[in-house]
Structures are given as structure tokens and as C-alpha cells.
């Protein structure tokens, strides 16, 4: 083992359940954060004490990157299905409200070139020719 291992549970069963998210930046943070706490207090195994919190992680490549920690008491449930409950309960909260789940954008930047000249001419005449069977 090459990494130090936190027992958390050592003096309780309760573990602690991070769920990372990412919203557009163009999205209403606090409206966002609002609907996170919203969908972990809804999940019937996130308990009330200590209740749900919702930090602000960083400013990911495709929109604001969140992190919901969460609590549970019996992890032998498992974790993931937890983790899934929340975050289906979230899609559907951030739907309702106008928050889209962020997607990769990529700006593309052509520099002017003899080839790129070229590369344009011949796509430019080939659209005058006729469709090739």
C-alpha cells in the first residue's frame, strides 16, 4: 500500500460519501447549490445529523466543479447506489430549474496557411461537383 489510509469510521459506522458535480458557468451558483442540498436530503439514507453540505470545489475546464458530502450510517448498503440516488435526484431538480449538465466545448482556432487556402478551394470546388455514387 502506497497511500495512508483514514479510518473514519473507527469510533462510528457513519461514513462520509463525497459527491463531485459540475454546473455551466453561466448557471446561478447559489440556485444550484440550493437544488444539490435539496436532492442529499432527499435520498431516505443521507442522514439528517450531520445534515448535507454542498462545497465549491474549483472552476473546472467545463463549468464550476462542486463536491456534496454526505453521510450515512450503514455502508454495508453500499456507497455508489447512495451516490446514484443523489444525483438522479439532482438531473431532475437542475432540469426543472433551467441548470443544464455542462459538456465539453472546444474553441478551434485555424491559422492562415497556403494549405488551409488550398484546403478551402478544394472543398469549395467540390461543392459544385455533382455527388459521387
Known amino acids: 500500500m502506497i497511500n495512508q489510509v483514514e479510518n473514519w469510521s473507527y469510533s462510528s459506522k457513519n461514513v462520509r460519501i463525497q459527491v463531485p458535480v459540475v454546473v455551466p458557468y453561466a448557471s446561478d451558483i447559489e440556485l444550484a447549490e ?53 444525483l438522479k435526484g439532482l438531473w431532475r431538480l437542475m432540469r426543472d430549474n433551467g441548470i443544464k449538465v455542462p459538456f465539453p466545448q472546444r474553441d478551434l482556432n485555424l491559422r492562415d496557411t497556403e494549405t488551409m487556402r488550398e484546403l478551402i478551394d478544394a472543398l469549395r470546388d467540390r461543392k459544385g461537383a455533382p455527388d459521387r455514387v
Open 34 to 86: 440550493k437544488l444539490m442540498l435539496e436532492a442529499a436530503g432527499a435520498v431516505k439514507r443521507v442522514l439528517k445529523a450531520p445534515p448535507p453540505t454542498v462545497w465549491l470545489d474549483s472552476f473546472a475546464e467545463n463549468g464550476v466543479a462542486f463536491v456534496i458530502h454526505v453521510w450515512i450510517t450503514d455502508p454495508e448498503e453500499g456507497t455508489g447506489n447512495v451516490r446514484s440516488d443523489v
